[in-house]
């Protein structure tokens, strides 16, 4: 028997192509969401299913305690891309990925003669769902009373104005998503975060940000915070770099930790590393060729058909590159449309309380956008919408 944590639909899938999943009658199923921004390339992509298979054969993992090949690999080609050098250390989520940001935090705020130990976030963030990164996560319904006592000194803040307005000599760390993933479709404001990325630097203070959902090109770029033109000191990363094999990472640009500070069993093993190895070099290979760019406007466009073609339904379209939202005028709609959308067989998601949510494959094809966007169409013409 499975735990009662997962509100889970009457619907699952044997098999995926691309940005196609069949359910159990083989009935095709357009994904716009691929396992929330985790399918980068899509399913059963033929070099990422080979390179698995591959290093199947070869070998699954050893303890972190001997030299792992294709992590140092994994990590050089994310300095790469980055165009800066950072320390990095693998994890096997997006929670992990940020509790090794805060510990870093934390540590980092130790060495000073007044301890700092804050560390803030922003309203309508999400962090994860470890009892840190929960408390950590700018939404109140997140922190429940079952699962008090929480972490102390973790703070969040309704503007960007009012986290720099409560920096103190305690405050170690701020962490921001650029792009709230969870909390509606948001990308924050460009001058805002130069603005708080220049606080923080002159007050000694690092500035985090989570691209576990924005990061990895879901954006445009192979990191959002690159698109704002910022140099966070540490970035974390989950979801699209393993492109379905389960990993994150934390990228710090200084060395905080000592021997025996931090680990993990599986984290960074020669599974997960060699798939986020041939994953990187997929996606890179889109960006370069500049079809990512293509697809993010055939996406962008298609969204915007919908807002033109439905006033009634949307107030906008909202996102950046791959991560992009519509967001409704009426937030009852948004049950309705998502389980209408998938019995017309197109896999959207929610976010927020009135955000429709798309996180396609970065290499979705024209057919497959053409394909769900009538199914959608089909959809938001139910009369049952108000
Ligand atoms: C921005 C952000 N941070 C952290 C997480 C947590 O990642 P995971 O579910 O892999 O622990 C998520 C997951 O949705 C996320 O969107």
Known sequence: MLMQNYARVNLGFKKGKGAVLWDFDDKDY????????????????????????????????????????????LSDKMCELLREPYYVFFANSGAEANECAIKLARKYGNSFKEKKYEIFSLANSFHGRTIATLKLTGQEKFHPNDFAPYPEAFKFFGSIDEIIANLSDKTAAVMVELV?????????DK????????????KKIL????????GVYRTGEF??????????????FAKGLGGGVAMGACASKEDIFKFGDHGSTFGGNFLATTAGICVLDELEKLKVDGKLDETISEFEAMLDSLVERFPNLFVKRVGLGLMQGLVLKNPENLGKIFTKAMENRVLILKSGKDTLRFLPPLNITKKEIKKGYKRLLKTLKDKELA
């Open 30 to 73: 357009i994904d716009f969401g691929s396992g929330i921004g985790v399918c980068s390339l899509g399913h059963s992509h033929k070099k990422l299913a080979k390179t698995i298979s591959k290093q199947a054969h070869t070998l699954l993992h050893t303890s972190n305690i001997y030299q792992i090949k294709p992590q140092e690999k």
């Open 191 to 202: 001058a805002d975060i130069q603005k708080l990325a220049k606080v923080l630097k002159e």
């Open 180 to 188: 709230q993933g969870e909390g509606g479709i948001n990308p924050l």
């Open 223 to 236: 990191v959002t915070s690159q698109i704002y033109g910022v140099s966070p000191d540490i970035i974390t």
């Open 207 to 214: 500035f985090i940000t989570d691209e576990v959902q924005c």
